[in-house]
């Protein structure tokens, strides 16, 4: 076995689990027989001491029959209703397992706003961790049935990423319908090769996962290996595995050669700044000249108005933005400390003019050092 995966998994205490569409979904509706399985093996590993967050796909597919709708809703108001109609058989289906061997599993709907708003950050953080501390097992979703798009994660390999990052767990493991990472497209690529250990990600890596996509699910292998470049900015490797495999848990739990491992990054982003840099949503964009560019690109300082040129979208105190050179190209994501309409008014000026513009000031920092992320930092993986 490779070493950097017997030193993984071989001290697992916290691992979030994502089970996609294609594992516990057919054409029909709900497996609800690889459901109870997989519901069961994740009941062995709590037996065993290991904590379990599980974030699981599938509600959209159970819905959907009942609203007879052939294959994946096309617009947002038919998934709301089928994920309506098919929640809660998802989580019976859970339940009435996790009853029988004595568990509680929780139901823990979440938006990207949620996750966006550093107080209820904290509060989603501090709810699943009494959970944890009390034996119970929460299950994650996107709240599908009020979500619109400027809110929606986009799919659960991205949800699971921002939950393991949010929990610090040790692994996030994937269960897919293939058995890991390959080369090509198995399914028509013959020389496709499953690559079993994927020590830092390449632009030829991300070539690799491609834009395929289930009939059942949102996501393919490409939102797979967005989702492992996310849990690896702070600090957490992704295993994806054939989840439709029996005691496939149990194989990752013993250290078995199986799937495909992501390793993390080597630099590790702290809570704050991993925060920022994959749960926010920049709401705007500040233009810099080419000295505060350099200052706070190369030299780590903050950025302070007088090196503002201009100020793009809309967006208040305590919203992330981008911060771009002078041709808006962004390098970094930040907090920022004024409004939109009030750094259009400060923009140019010293920090010492502040007050006397606006009539009162916050602080000297359009965005504070602390509170601000550059792109490179995070991998490069943040898109603008």
């Not at 993984?8 to 516990?24: A, H, N, Q």
């Not at 709900?30 to 509600?59: K, P």
């Not at 705007?284 to 793009?312: F, H, N, Y």
């Amino acid at each position: 076995m490779n070493r950097a995966r017997k030193e993984i998994l071989g001290r697992l205490k916290r691992i979030v689990i994502k089970i996609g569409s294609g594992v516990i979904s057919t054409a029909e509706g709900l497996d609800e027989v690889m459901l109870s399985r997989l519901a069961e093996d994740i009941c062995d590993l709590r037996e065993q001491g290991i904590e379990v967050i599980l974030v699981s796909s599938g509600a959209v597919a159970a819905g959907r029959s009942s609203l007879g709708i052939g294959g994946r809703p096309q617009t947002i108001p038919q998934k709301q209703a089928a994920a309506a109609i098919g929640q809660p058989r998802i989580m019976r289906a859970y339940k009435e397992v996790f009853t029988r061997r004595n568990r509680v599993a929780a139901q823990v709907l979440l938006t990207r706003d949620d996750l966006s708003n550093r107080r209820r950050y904290l509060n989603a953080h501090n709810t699943l961790d009494t959970l944890i501390e009390y034996g119970v097992t929460p299950i994650v979703n996107e709240n599908d049935t009020v979500v619109v798009e400027e809110i929606r994660f986009g799919d659960n390999d991205n949800l699971s990423a921002l939950v393991a990052s949010l929990m610090a767990a040790d692994l996030l493991l994937i269960l897919s319908d293939v058995d890991g990472f390959y080369s090509g497209d198995p399914g028509c690529d013959k020389n496709a090769q499953l690559l079993p250990l994927i020590e830092r990600m390449t632009p030829e890596i991300e070539a690799m996962a491609g834009t395929s996509r289930g009939s059942l699910g949102t996501g393919g292998m490409q939102t797979k290996v967005q989702a492992a470049q996310k849990a690896g900015l702070a600090g957490v490797p992704t295993l994806i595995v054939n989840g439709r495999v029996a005691g496939i848990l149990t194989q990752v739990v013993e250290g078995g050669d199986v799937g495909s491992l992501f390793l993390a990054s080597s630099s590790k982003l702290n809570a704050r700044k991993r925060w920022i840099a994959l749960s926010m949503q920049p709401n705007g964009r500040i233009l810099l000249d080419e000295g505060a560019v350099r200052a706070v690109a190369e030299a780590g300082k903050s950025l302070l108005p007088t090196g503002i040129v201009s100020v793009d979208g809309e967006f208040g105190r305590g919203d992330a933005v981008h911060i771009c050179d002078r041709n808006a190209v962004p390098f970094a994501i930040g907090v920022a400390n004024y409004t939109c309409s009030e750094l259009e008014q400060i923009k140019g000026h010293r920090c010492a003019e502040i007050e006397q513009i606006l009539g009162y000031q916050y602080r000297d920092e359009a965005v504070y050092r602390d509170n601000l992320v550059l792109i490179r930092d995070a991998a490069e993986e943040l898109e603008a």
